[in-house]
């Protein structure tokens, strides 16, 4: 089974809408990273955290990582066509510093 | 944070030849990785690749796949040898750049025919 669960698969919205994306773990998460990619390009560096309880702000973008460190969520206030693309969360789950295990990604169509 | 230059963005290619990719740092650091993203799945690493010493592999890749060069702390290389259709994927490489998580190239999308 996949170590890190992220959900839904796909997404679609009016733009104005807020969205939820959410990520979870059943081993505590040393480290949480989320990342936006567009169909067939890199990856694009969003947000990282690390401690229980943290929560992130950039832009319309906000993520949180929860007390217990095993989930995250990563919500989109006032969704816009610019934030369509594919959100993945990577996590480093085994303490290893370096070896990030990824969901499979959400993909969020954001319909104007 | 760094910035990463990933050569070629895409190709094409026949069975059983190969192909090299390239990624160059705008910065020194110690270690670069090297993932794989095949069609709709997640991102998994390949190797981890320190300079003057041989790439760390995980589990389901070998050397002579997936052969690794860290020749300094700014470039590496990872080939993908005697390819074939189940090798088309997005590859990707990537240094972690401290607060601002880890940095990853723009990737290279394969396609094996």
């Known amino acids: 089974s996949q170590e890190l669960e992220q959900s839904p698969q796909s997404l679609i919205v009016q733009e104005g809408k807020n969205l939820t994306i959410n990520c979870t773990s059943s081993?505590?998460?040393?480290?949480l990273y989320w990342y936006k990619q567009k169909y067939g390009e890199g990856l694009i560096f969003l947000m990282m955290l690390q401690k229980g309880g943290e929560e992130k702000s950039h832009e319309k973008i906000t993520a949180k990582l929860d007390e217990k460190k095993q989930q995250s969520s990563l919500h989109i206030t006032a969704s816009q066509p610019s934030h369509a693309g594919i959100y993945l969360c990577?996590?480093?789950?085994?303490?290893?510093?370096?070896?990030?295990?990824f969901g499979k990604g959400t993909l969020l169509t954001v319909n104007p | 944070s760094a910035v990463i230059s990933q050569k070629p963005s895409r190709d094409i290619c026949q069975r059983g030849t190969s192909l090299t990719i390239q990624c160059q740092v705008d910065?020194?650091?110690?270690?670069m990785f090297w993932y794989r993203q095949q069609p709709g799945q997640s991102l998994t690493l390949i190797a981890t690749a320190n300079q003057g010493s041989e790439a760390t592999y995980e589990s389901g890749f070998v050397i002579d796949k997936f052969p690794i060069s860290r020749p300094n702390l700014t470039f590496s290389t990872l080939t993908v040898s005697n390819m074939s259709p189940e090798d088309s994927s997005i590859y990707l490489c990537?240094?972690?750049?401290?607060?601002?998580?880890?940095?990853f190239g723009s990737g290279t999308r394969l396609t094996v025919v």
């Open positions: 081993k505590t998460l040393y480290g």
């Open positions: 990577g996590a480093d789950i085994k303490g290893s510093n370096y070896k990030l295990t």
């Open positions: 990537s240094v972690d750049t401290g607060n601002y998580g880890y940095t």
């Open positions: 910065s020194q650091v110690t270690m």
